[in-house]
Nanobody, 116 residues
């Protein structure tokens, strides 16, 4: 019953920026840990960033200083601002939500392609 819908992906040149958004429905969003994850071809899915219900963020080392995760508990959205994009950032990005019952839900994924 939890549904996550991502938007904002696309194709950008190296050094450019994109902003991903994820809208959640069907859950008590404010109690959830939200995250952004990505999976490149031939690689396992990895955590990019996550944010607690009180807004405390954590980032993978590869994106520190370039990406910013934020959430809006009123709108039930989580966003990922991606700056200074690199070709290695190319992947399918997935929104995730861990609910207060500790079940994890995933969005359908959205493509981000960074050209060199």
């Amino acid at each position: 019953q939890v549904r996550l819908v991502e938007s904002g992906g696309g194709l950008v040149q190296a050094g450019g920026s994109l902003r991903l958004s994820c809208a959640s429905s069907g859950s008590p969003f404010s109690y959830s840990i939200m995250g952004w994850n990505r999976q490149a071809p031939g690689k396992q899915r990895e955590l990019v960033a996550r944010i607690s219900r009180d807004g405390s963020p954590e980032y993978a080392e590869a994106v520190k200083g370039r990406f910013t995760i934020s959430r809006d508990n009123n709108k039930k959205t989580v966003s990922l601002q991606m700056n200074s994009l690199k070709p290695e950032d190319t992947a399918v990005y997935y929104c995730s939500e861990e609910t207060f019952l500790h079940s994890t839900h995933w969005g359908q994924g959205i493509q981000v392609t960074v050209s060199s």
